[in-house]
């Protein structure tokens, strides 16, 4: 079955930096687009962006020279590079893939920028 595992949230101070990552398994990882999502509390879940098989890249405008998403097919992982972090960043970040016609998330992980 379909796994997503997501790690590597925390505190942060405003200005710094975080790398996500997301453990996938249960599909063939290489074949498929990997999003990143967020959700701030008592926001909707919000699109921060795209990798596709390839590499090309996406972003939505509130991270865009900010944040890097990147892919290790050989791990089948998928990672979020965060750098001059806000605190309307804070939020819980997954990772999600859509396969077989279905959507998939992982469990997220907690963000947190503060002084």
């Known amino acids: 079955q379909v796994q997503l595992v997501e790690s590597g949230g925390g505190l942060v101070q405003p200005g710094g930096s975080l790398r996500l990552s997301c453990a996938a398994s249960g599909f063939s990882f290489s074949h498929y687009a990997m999003n990143w999502y967020r959700q701030a509390p008592g926001k909707e879940r919000q699109f921060v962006g795209i990798i596709s098989l390839d590499g090309n890249t996406n972003y939505a405008d509130s991270v865009k020279g900010r944040f890097t998403i990147s892919r290790q097919n050989y791990k089948n992982t998928v990672y979020l590079q965060m750098s001059s972090l806000k605190p309307e960043d804070t939020a819980v970040y997954y990772c999600?893939?859509?396969?077989?016609?279905?959507?998939?998330w992982g469990q997220g992980t907690q963000v947190t920028v503060s002084s």
């Open positions: 999600n893939v859509w396969y077989n016609e279905q959507d998939y």
